[in-house]
């Protein structure tokens, strides 16, 4: 076995992302190299790493001598067919624009809270749920800037599916347009937010006959999907229908196969919560019915007769270990962005 050309940091990295499903870190790729410089055939440096208790211990299956098969993007035939030019294009711009500064963004998030707190003084747990889910927010709101940017935000419609402090936030960063919040039916909102509110059960048996009039430049559909028992197909079919033409539905959700959930499984694991054990019915809105994959969500817009515009992975939730170590497709949360034709 020779490296045939390939620089001796590739292959590295290459036998890193192929046996342990991990970027290396610096000590690790820095002894990789050294090691092949000394001598060491890459035949030899990759037993070793397949040798290691790391290995070993979490990457095969038990009471099998061979490992399960790395996950491979960059193989996906569906990855590879969704991701055009235009998409990657897309996804690079949406993915790295920072126009709102995230100091900013704190003071807009939390004066946002002191209304909310004004308007909703019995309402609780949002200060927690603002605090968890901060990062998240600032990530959704450039991506609404980016969007908002092609042209004047005047006139311009915003529906947040699923209100949150967030919603709140949205009003003071896009003064020019108008924010809807759309909840469930009995779903109590800030005062705010009323003059703009529509009621609306997403797993209704006749979605697909409701037609709330409205049509939205930009819907958020974020964090809320995973929480519906409901086809996936169906209400992201509804809300694309709500869109103007060549408006743009951003959903977010967790990432079924994060670093956390796939170590679970590689330890035979179950990487789903059970429901809380002081819960109730009234509680269920609160907890996720099924957590979904990237393909799945490519395969969701398509099927929806929406243009998928761009896709990729987020850290929002990730520490820096996560980030740094793992590759982009174990990272917590996932965006796409499906815009009406």
Known sequence: MTLSGMDTEDFVRLVYTSVLRRSPEDVGLESGVAALQQGMSPAAYLQSVASSDEFAGSRLVPGLSSARPAYDPAADELFNQARTADVSEATTSLS????????HFNSVIDAAYATFEAEMPGFSGQDFYVEQHRLRFFEL????????AEGTSEDKTILD??????????????????????????????????AHAIHQDLTAKDLDDVDFGLRADIILFAEVLEHLLVNPVKVIS????????GGRLIITTPNFFRAGAV????????PQPIFPYES??????HFHVREYCMRELIGYAKAAAGRLEAFFFSSCWDDAAIR??????????MVVVVQRV
């Open 238 to 245: 509804f809300l694309v229908r709500h869109l103007r033409p």
């Open 263 to 270: 170590d679970a499984m590689a330890r035979n694991d179950n």
């Open 161 to 194: 599916v699923g209100w949150s402090v967030n919603t709140l936030a949205v009003q003071r960063l896009f003064p020019g347009a108008q924010v809807w919040a759309l909840d469930r039916p009995q779903m109590p909102m800030p005062a705010s937010l009323q």
């Open 141 to 148: 709101s450039n991506i609404v800037a980016k969007l908002m």
């Open 96 to 103: 790295a624009f920072d126009a709102i500064g995230y100091e």
């Open 324 to 333: 740094d170590s793992r590759p982009q497709h174990e990272w917590s949360n």
């Open 280 to 285: 109730g019915p009234e509680d269920a809105p």
